[in-house]
């Protein structure tokens, strides 16, 4: 059994209110018009007489026959409740038809006529109230089932963008090691610093990141360590410029967003023994944040292991969950060169 809730107590309230007032409308205006108790009284006893069936009705439909039989599809069982309940609060006019038919046999058709007229009118208002009835009720439940699926899909959102972010820091990871792992060859010294350079970025990367919001000057200087740490294993063949220009530092943005595109551009950009050219920058134009990213294209075989090739996937699925309707992706390869650019309006991430 369903559990009562304060917004059901409302919502009875709501209706009660609403019934009351119907029925009190032409007392209290006859009390204002004639100040006569008597004549108050009078009005109002006539408007219960003609609105308490309806009223039943009403209720019934909306907390019984609706829930329990309409919208269970049991529709022969609640037409058969209506036509009880109906014929049942509406006794009075049976009653009057055997006593009329008893006591004054010969009743001019006239009478008659009037007689069917009021209490098919009745059974008429009677019924219209059963629809009126269903109807809100569908309403409240059309309502309900899209909040249901608001909400779960916001569940399924935030679960989709907790697993996209634990991709995203493996994979990150993954590229780091094996970039420091390609130093200790060369230059042990340097890979040691290199190492405590990446403690910096992991610890950024498990404590500032929890929220979904992040001031972008953390992920700026984010950007330039991790740039500076994958120049390390490049030649001198490579030629790097980044230029992060913000002058907001309190901007939010989605943490770790840029960062699986600047991991593609070190991966597929470098060259071991040809000219490489990474470009990458991140501008705030007004109320835009804008980050473009150019590079060589050297595409690697599968025998390559510096990556695996799911970051950019992610980041556009990201960008799908968080910034719907408010980014640009541009992406081209002219020239063997390839081009990403991300523009986030506003700077900020969709609820």
Known sequence: MKKIEKKDLWLFLAQAGVWALTILVLPLATYVSTRNTESTFASLMMVWHVLWAPMVVYFANFYLFGPWLFFRRRFGLFFLANLLLIAGVNYGF????????EHVPNMPGVAWIGFFSGA????????????????????????????QLKDEKAKNTEAELAWLKSQINPHFLFNTLNNISSLTQIDPDAAQDAIAQLSDL???????????????QGEVEFMKNYISLMELRCNEQTKVNCQLSIINYQLEVAPLLFISLIENAFKHGVSSNRPSKIDIRLEQQDDQLVFTCDNTNYPKDDADRSGSG???????????????????????LVDDIYHVRVTLKNGEMKE
């Open 94 to 101: 049976f009653f009057g038809y055997f006593m009329i038919k």
């Open 310 to 332: 799911i970051g950019l996937e992610n980041t556009r699925r990201r960008l799908d969950l968080m910034y719907a309707g408010r980014y640009q992706w541009e992406q081209s």
């Open 120 to 147: 098919f009118l009745f059974l008429l208002l009677d019924s219209l109230m059963a629809g009126v009835a269903i109807g809100i009720r569908q309403f409240i439940r059309i309502r309900q089932i899209r909040q």
């Open 202 to 216: 992991l610890r950024y990367a498990m404590y500032e990141t929890n929220k979904k919001m992040v001031p972008i």
